[in-house]
């Protein structure tokens, strides 16, 4: 039986509607997401010295796509570089999708930033294409708070994309009307090198004047693998959204009937919960390392906290994470009886990257099974490692992390810091900076004018009762800190000095002297 589609002279309508979601400049947004450093700064993923995607006010500043590192930071001396990070980019573009496939399975991931799905089954449900896509990306701002997304809806999945990568926000193109849509973009949207190159110089430049081509032409001079890219850029799109399959539930959920109070009545009452937790996802091949415990309470309370790991969780170690964050949490966050448990892997990894070595483990894991072993006995923060933070002065840069944990990030570590110590970093930084002197031929004090000028040169250091000759020194760098505030004004300046015996110093001159306040060994 022949349908009415197929009769001669019927244009055939049946042409997939495809939904696309691009988020710009993903790589930056990813690196924010990953590291709680902020998106809205000049900044620039670079690969192989090139800028590959950048944040809008480094493009305000003249930073583009394709430019080389040091032009970029010509244009934006503020600019944070960050070298560009494929792994970082699909994981946290995955806590995108995992949003997207919630209200409608059937996700593709082109590339990290872009994905595109069928429109014909939430437009149905909701009412509309356009209602279906701010449906989606309002689930992602919800799910993640990424608020850059844009989408486009039209027939087939190139035409769709280019209508993500046009809108501001969400862009409709009526059905059958994707070549018209089309014809107007450069021929650089499809993403073909020598055709970008060498098309305008033959004086085709609008996709639609490479459609309007015979075939039979760009056979020949082209070579026949480019008759699919004529053939995209006419509307014609011949592909359809080849949607994954959504990966396993990771996620473990326990009631505890009746409620239970008591820690190690709910860590007994866990441990075969926990111990399927990372069988599930052993089965799965993959390997936690970063995992979300949510404690429910009688009234309704919930206590949430997300859990680190140097390498990877087993269930002795998640049992620990359990019992730390109820006593934590005892009498102030849960204020009666736990009803339910709530396990999610937060960060996973491909397990055969932990696997024990031919010839063991190595140090480093080593180290971790030890530190963790003490943690295991002293509580979570019972251990701890240093990192660098933010800030001017060395000692408020110093932040003692449990082990395992990221760092809060209440002040970020790069710049702009003016008056901050530049790298490197002296090795030993004293809590307490410790008075010191600096003194002149004359046996004065070194000091400074009011303009920041040296009033005589530095000859002699004196440090614990010990007095040595200068045979080195370099600044001065001032710091004015808060001049706003008069309660947190700081106002001081800092020498670089190498004394007699070879030791270098970082010293520190205020209204009350001077002070050392770090050595560099």
């Avoid at 049946?14 to 590291?35: G, H, N």
């Avoid at 004086?203 to 693998?225: I, W």
Wanted: glycine share 10%.
């Amino acid at each position: 039986m022949t349908s009415l589609l197929d009769a001669p002279g019927v244009p055939d309508t049946r042409t997939s509607r495809s939904l696309a979601l691009w988020f710009p400049s993903w790589p930056v947004t990813a690196w924010a997401q990953a590291t709680g450093e902020d998106a809205s700064a000049p900044v620039a993923v670079v690969a192989a010295n090139q800028v590959t995607a950048c944040s809008p006010a480094a493009a305000s500043e003249g930073v583009a796509i394709g430019q080389r590192r040091r032009e970029a930071q010509s244009r934006c001396p503020d600019l944070v570089v960050v070298p560009a990070d494929e792994a970082t980019s699909a994981r946290e573009f995955e806590l995108v999708v995992g949003c997207v496939e919630r209200l409608s399975p059937g996700v593709q991931v082109l590339t990290p930033g872009c994905c595109v799905l069928a429109a014909r089954g939430l437009a149905s449900y909701l009412g509309s294409e356009a209602e279906a896509a701010e449906t989606l990306l309002e689930a992602v701002v919800t799910g993640t708070g990424v608020v850059s997304g844009r989408a486009g809806v039209a027939d087939g999945v190139f035409a769709a994309v280019q209508a993500a990568h046009l809108a501001r926000g969400v862009r409709i193109v009526p059905p059958g009307e994707s070549a018209a849509f089309l014809a107007p973009l450069p021929v650089s949207r499809l993403g073909d090198e020598q055709l970008t190159t060498l098309l305008p110089r033959l004086g085709v430049r609008t996709l639609g004047q490479f459609a309007a081509l015979p075939s039979t032409a760009v056979a020949e001079r082209f070579g026949s693998q480019r008759l699919r890219l004529q053939v995209l850029a006419s509307g014609g799109d011949p592909n359809r959204v080849n949607g994954r399959t959504p990966p396993p539930e990771l996620t473990t959920k326990l009631d505890f009937e009746p409620p239970l109070e008591l820690a190690e009545q709910i860590s007994f009452a866990a441990r075969e919960g926990v111990e399927g937790f990372i069988a599930g996802l052993a089965t799965a091949g993959l390997a936690c390392t970063e995992v979300v415990i949510e404690l429910t309470g009688e009234l309704d309370e919930v206590v949430i906290r997300s859990w680190q790991t140097p390498f990877t969780f087993d269930a002795a170690a998640v049992l620990d994470r359990l019992r730390w964050q109820l006593q934590a949490s005892a009498g102030s966050g849960l204020r009666s009886r736990v009803t339910g448990l709530r396990l999610t892997p937060a960060t996973v990894d491909e397990q055969a990257n932990h696997v024990t070595g031919l010839f063991g483990t190595g140090p480093d894991e080593r180290v971790h099974h030890v530190l963790t072993r003490v943690q295991s006995m002293l509580g979570p923060d019972g251990v701890l490692t240093s990192r660098i933070g933010g800030g001017r002065w060395l000692a408020e840069r110093q932040q003692l992390v449990a082990w395992g944990e990221r760092p809060a990030r209440s002040t970020p570590s790069r710049p702009p810091w003016p008056g901050m110590v530049p790298e490197p970093l002296p090795a030993t930084v004293f809590a307490e900076p410790y008075p010191v002197a600096l003194l002149t031929h004359s046996g004065m004090p070194v000091a400074l004018n009011p303009r920041g000028a040296l009033v005589g040169d530095p000859v002699t250091f004196a440090a614990s009762g010990t007095t040595q000759p200068v045979i080195g020194w370099a600044g001065p760098w001032p710091v004015d800190e808060r001049f706003w505030d008069d309660a947190r004004h700081r106002r001081a300046a800092r020498f670089q000095v190498v004394a007699g015996d070879g030791s270098a110093w970082l010293l520190l001159l205020d209204e009350h002297g001077w002070w050392a306040e770090g050595r560099y060994d």
